[in-house]
Nanobody
Framework: QVQLVESGGGLVQAGGSLRLSCAAS????????MGWFRQAPGKERDIVAR????????YYADSVKGRFTISRDNAKNTVYLQMNSLKPEDTAVYYC?????????????????WGQGTQVTVSS
């Protein structure tokens, strides 16, 4: 069982930055690929970024490429999402998720554990 707790969300002006953190419980964190997803009101939950077990194999949605960076610290059981040059359209609830499978994926249905989410609001 893996428990995930996100933090770092908040209200920021357009052009600003936020850093999200996701702390994981348990001793298996380094064996899971991790993803950040987001869901805006009335929209589906979409992938934002994914990172492989050792910190490689990163993936970014086109909408965040060049602005967001995903990273992880396996010694601290934590995955991060650095968000720069934020736009109003980045407003959403952001979730981190753990994938215990072998094949890397960006399909939210394949992720096994989810955090409770953290709200990010970007004002114009």
């Amino acid at each position: 069982q893996v428990q995930l707790v996100e933090s770092g969300g908040g209200l920021v002006q357009a052009g600003g930055s936020l850093r999200l953190s996701c702390a994981a419980s348990g001793r298996t964190f380094s064996t899971h690929a991790m993803g950040w997803f987001r869901q805006a009101p009335g929209k589906e939950r979409d992938i934002v970024a994914r990172i492989g077990r050792s910190g490689g194999n990163t993936y970014y949605a086109d909408s965040v490429k060049g602005r967001f960076t995903i990273s992880r610290d396996n010694a601290k059981n934590t995955v991060y999402l650095q968000m720069n040059s934020l736009k109003p359209e980045d407003t959403a609830v952001y979730y981190c998720a753990a994938d215990t499978g072998i094949i890397l994926t960006i399909d939210s249905n394949e992720y096994d554990y989810w955090g409770q989410g953290t709200q990010v609001t970007v004002s114009s």
